[in-house]
């Protein structure tokens, strides 16, 4: 074969990756989106999903996405600037906005999009943005696309975002994660909320994992800690607890309008397709008509932490479906992982990018879903794997 650079160069940063432990692979999954699967020919009970509630699966949602993809077709057909404002989008916007008490709120076609959006709707040359270190890369890509000058404070760490705000320049701009996927942890939103006011800051808080999970009735941390305002803007996911995909950004007016002037993540995305839309909006109304469903999923979290017990790192929010359990080194991490897998259970394995080096980890995830016996069997595994 002739030589080919650049060839040779993606062979060699795949190499180096995969020596470091780091190489990450796709599995193949088959069956539902329901907590029991088959995944690379092995049937297994899912722990790594972000399903918290089963709402993937829930008959009333599978319903409404069969029934609007056989009324209305299947994708948007453009950007909602273009052909793609089709007034579903519009009445998910309103019932959504009238859950969360919010005087707008615009959907977006992923969560990733949503907070990509969002900064470039208020950051901008003449704004600094102050980061949660452990944010999610959603939001780290969207400071990058913001063009803001960027203040990364360390993790959960309202002391030094602090002193960060009192030496930035230009307009600043508080960003956070409410709920951190990786291990549950919350945002100390009221101590954010208060250096916001100081500073005349915004404070952006995604809600992704918050969202029928946290809350009153899972109306998410924000509304928790009674954190409101113009300057609070929640984004929300319809892709984890939902059990669809797609998103919303929730503020005041100005919000929505500066969004669709300058929120290329939207502009030039085509909006979310019929069924996904309609999933979305009937999973909102399950989670406002059987608020049981999060105190079911508290229960089944809270019996995971029990049974996880000290290895479980702490700090985690109490109502939080993560548990997340230390293994340092990205190869021992993905040894545990497998060996989970072997014995029936799939639970993701996190190693660096997306955690700092050092804190690769197993990151479990309950579902109310899940049985108490599939709770019990997955801790008992992690006992027996972990025991030395
Ligand atoms: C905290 C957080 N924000 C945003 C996203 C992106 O959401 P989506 O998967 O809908 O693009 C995720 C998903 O992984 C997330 O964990």
Redo the contacts with the bound molecule.
């Keep these: 074969m002739p030589p080919s650079p650049p060839l040779d160069w993606a062979t060699e940063t795949l190499l180096a990756d995969e020596r470091a432990g780091l190489l990450r692979r796709l599995r193949r999954r088959e069956g539902g989106s329901g907590p029991r699967c088959v995944v690379d020919g092995r049937a297994v009970v899912v722990f790594s999903s ?1 399903d918290y509630l089963g709402l993937s699966v829930h008959p009333t949602v599978r319903e409404a996405a069969s029934r609007a993809a056989l009324e209305l077709g299947v994708g948007a057909t453009g950007s909602r600037h273009l052909s793609g404002g089709h007034g579903a989008i519009a009445d998910l916007e309103e019932t959504l906005a009238g859950f969360l008490g919010a005087a707008t709120a615009t959907v977006a076609p ?4 949503a ?1 990509v959006a969002i900064l470039e709707a208020l950051g901008g040359p003449d704004a600094t943005v102050l980061s949660d270190a452990g944010n ?1 890369a ?2 780290i890509d969207g400071c990058r696309a913001s063009r803001s000058r960027v203040a990364v404070y360390r993790h959960l760490d309202s002391v030094d975002l602090e002193a960060r705000l009192a030496r930035a320049e230009g307009r600043p701009i508080i960003v956070t ?1 409410s709920v951190f ?1 990786t291990d549950g942890a919350a945002a100390d939103l009221i101590a954010l909320d208060r250096l916001a006011r100081r500073h005349d800051a915004w404070l952006i808080v ?1 809600e ?2 918050a969202l029928g999970t946290t809350g009153p009735g899972g109306r998410g941390l924000a509304a928790e800690l009674g954190v409101a305002g113009d300057h609070v803007v929640r ?1 929300v ?4 607890a939902l059990g669809a ?3 919303a950004i929730c503020g005041a007016e100005p919000v929505r309008r500066l969004l669709l002037q300058r929120g290329r993540a939207l502009i030039f995305s085509t909006a979310p397709p019929h069924p996904t839309v309609a999933a979305a909006r009937a999973a909102l109304g399950v989670l406002m008509a059987e608020p049981e469903l999060v105190l079911r999923l508290h229960r089944r979290a809270r019996l995971l932490r029990l049974r996880v017990g000290e290895r479980a790192l702490p700090g985690a929010h109490p109502s939080s479906p993560i548990v997340a359990v230390l293994s340092g080194d990205p190869v021992r991490t993905m040894e545990l992982d497998r060996a989970l897998w072997e014995r029936g259970y799939l639970v993701q394995g996190l190693r660096p990018p997306t955690v700092e080096p050092g804190t690769s980890r197993l990151r479990l995830v309950a579902s109310a879903a899940h049985s108490e016996a599939e709770i019990d069997g997955v801790a008992a595994a992690l006992t027996e794997l972990l025991s030395p």
């Design positions: 972000n992923s969560g990733y999009a907070n999610h959603s939001l994660d996927s995604d992704a994992h984004i996911t319809f892709s984890k995909a797609g998103a």
